[in-house]
């Protein structure tokens, strides 16, 4: 009996990535952390009670009796301090001119859907990407555990080829639960927003922003389905893989941003969260400007951006070369 061709080779393993337990309980995990959000949505987006009004109106009217007796001087300690600051940061801006209570200062307000359902999607999005990265490491270390690797290279023996067959799936065949659990966020927190009348402007480009980012995160999860097979072929286990791939996000990103906060936009987190969020905000310290010619002394803080592009293609480079090291161990190590 010949080997199947590489079409046949794919729909092989899409079939058996498909019927794996861990991959269906992980789509399952998927659906879950989809209605959770949805639930913590209906929630929060409940307009505010009587008494959460009553109180609010009170402690208004407690900060408005304390500003017509003490405003005047609050202002002046305000521009004051600005004054001190602006000697080392010539932009300094504390907002004294915007220091007077204002009721939506303390009326609790109701957060809409409108408003809201990009950081509600961000809400599911890193435990979706995990899903995917984890199912793509399963889908190959598993079949190392139980030796099917091997029996399935006896029948197929173009390692090349089960290698490709086996990462394309892993990309792909996250997509589904992980488009049906963004599609469960997305559409269940509308409802949950409609059902609380909290649904808010959603004309303009909410929708084409919105889309645009739950793309991002299909394209995110698909590339972290790849990048957890491929790290399945090279520590052949998934405590491994698994270890490797997030304690990199925790550990090594976070020392990296912690003391040499200029290498930011070369870590994947920043630039993970600089495509799904499109970019990413940091700081870093400066010598402080120039002041009236004079030079001052001390450092600054300066905002810096990590754009959208830039960390598509931190990223896009990082899981090739993960990718094609897993092709080269693979194609060299012992599977048996």
């Known amino acids: 009996m010949s080997a199947p061709r590489p079409a046949g080779l794919l729909r092989v393993e899409a079939r058996r990535f498909r019927y794996r337990a861990a991959v269906r309980w992980l789509a399952v995990l998927a659906l879950v952390a989809a209605l959770a ?13 009587e008494s959460e009004l009553a109180e609010a109106r009170q402690q208004y ?11 005047e001087q609050y ?21 004294c001119d915007q220091m007077e209570p204002r ?3 303390y009326l609790p307000a109701q957060p809409t859907f409108a408003d809201q359902g990009g950081a509600w999607l961000s809400g ?3 435990f979706l990407l995990l899903l995917a990265f984890a199912a793509g490491v399963t889908s190959v270390t598993a079949e190392i555990g139980t030796g099917s690797l091997a029996t399935w290279l006896t029948f197929v023996p173009r390692r090349g080829r089960v290698y490709a067959s ?9 997509l589904v639960p992980t488009a049906l659990a963004l599609l469960v966020t997305v559409g269940g927190a509308w409802a949950a927003a409609a059902a609380n009348d909290a649904v808010g402007d959603t004309g303009g480009t909410f929708w084409p922003d919105l889309g645009g ?28 893989a698994l270890g490797v791939g997030v304690g990199w996000l925790l550990l090594v990103d976070s020392v990296v941003e912690g003391f040499l906060p200029a290498l930011t936009p070369w870590t994947v987190r920043a630039s993970l969260t600089a495509w799904l969020e499109d970019g990413y905000r940091y700081w870093v310290t400066v010598p402080c400007r120039p002041l009236d010619g004079a030079p001052q002394g001390g450092v600054c803080t300066a905002e810096r951006t990590v754009s959208l592009l830039h960390g598509g293609v931190l990223l896009a480079v990082v899981a090739a070369v993960l990718v094609a090291l897993g092709a080269l161990v693979f194609r060299r190590r012992d599977v048996g």
């Not at 959000?37 to 009670?49: D, G, H």
């Not at 080392?88 to 504390?94: F, I, K, L, Q």
């Not at 086996?166 to 996250?174: E, F, R």
């Not at 739950?214 to 405590?239: I, N």
């Open 103 to 105: 009721p939506e200062l």
């Open 37 to 49: 959000v949805v639930t913590s949505v209906f929630f929060s987006a409940r307009p505010p009670s």
């Open 75 to 95: 202002v002046e300690d305000c521009r004051e301090g600005e004054r001190q600051e602006q000697a080392t940061d010539p932009e300094a801006d504390w907002g």
């Open 166 to 174: 086996k990462v394309a799936v892993a990309g792909l065949g996250v």
């Open 213 to 240: 980012q739950a793309l991002r995160v299909l394209a995110a999860a698909a590339v972290l389905g790849a990048v957890g097979a491929a790290l399945g072929f090279l520590t052949r286990t998934a405590a491994a």
């Open 61 to 71: 009217a407690y900060a408005q009796e304390d500003w017509a007796e003490n405003g």
């Open 124 to 126: 599911v999005t890193l």
